[in-house]
T-cell receptor, first 115, second 112 residues
Framework: ETGVTQTPRHLVMGMTNKKSLKCEQHLGHNAMYWYKQSAKKPLELMFVYSLEERVENNSVPSRFSPECPNSSHLFLHLHTLQPEDSALYLC??????????????FGPGTRLTVT | LAKTTQPISMDSYEGQEVNITCSHNNIATNDYITWYQQFPSQGPRFIIQGYKTKVTNEVASLFIPADRKSSTLSLPRVSLSDTAVYYCLVVGHRSNDYKLSFGAGTTVTVRA
């Protein structure tokens, strides 16, 4: 248990659906991250938030829309996804964005399948 | 971000010591070496971090030579549950250092 929870753990959605992934951290951290991990590929950083402000949007298609309403919660809104978007979506948090406290704590991930 | 190179895979047996060496030739003065572990279908987990010489915790040891161009993660007496992907990262304090570059990692398979 890392202190970062993600729901749902598994999600199957059609290409015309709209769904949201939720992440919550119970660590009092100031920075939160979304990563995508496709099969046999390294983790790809998607979005970074620091103190609820987005500081990174790593050329992610607009069908992925992040939301950070407060420092403990992070959402990833999904709409009109493609089959190639099927992957493990990981949320992480760290005490600070940079500096000595940047160790990232990851959630268990949401396994997304787009049909 | 300093580029890292590590073996794609390593096989071991229960009770053995596993050493994974990572090369990071262009490491900067302020950079730290950090290792993460990832089990299948889970998020990575921080294992250990060091700057120079040797760091040891309850999970692993990290050896860093004086030139800091490489580092070795040592897992003592591995068990089947240590089968995982191990990532070597170089992390610093520069403006974009929150961008952890995980790479392909080293897949360690422990056999009975």
């Amino acid at each position: 248990e890392t202190g970062v929870t993600q729901t749902p753990r598994h999600l199957v959605m059609g290409m015309t659906n709209k769904k949201s992934l939720k992440c919550e951290q119970h660590l009092g951290h100031n920075a939160m991250y979304w990563y995508k991990q496709s099969a046999k590929k390294p983790l790809e950083l998607m979005f970074v938030y620091s103190l609820e402000e987005r500081v990174e949007n790593n050329s992610v298609p607009s069908r992925f829309s992040p939301e950070c309403p407060n420092s403990s919660h992070l959402f990833l809104h999904l709409h009109t996804l493609q089959p190639e978007d099927s992957a493990l979506y990981l949320c992480a948090s760290s005490q600070d964005l940079r500096g000595p406290n940047y160790e990232q704590y990851f959630g268990p991930g949401t396994r997304l399948t787009v049909t | 971000l300093a580029k890292t190179t590590q073996p794609i895979s390593m096989d071991s047996y229960e009770g053995q010591e596993v050493n994974i060496t990572c090369s990071h030739n262009n490491i900067a003065t302020n950079d730290y070496i950090t290792w993460y572990q990832q089990f299948p279908s889970q998020g990575p987990r921080f294992i250990i971090q060091g700057y120079k010489t040797k760091v040891t915790n309850e999970v692993a040891s990290l050896f860093i030579p004086a030139d800091r161009k490489s580092s070795t993660l040592s897992l003592p007496r591995v068990s089947l549950s240590d089968t995982a992907v191990y990532y070597c990262l170089v992390v610093g304090h520069r403006s974009n250092d929150y961008k952890l570059s995980f790479g392909a990692g080293t897949t360690v398979t422990v056999r009975a």
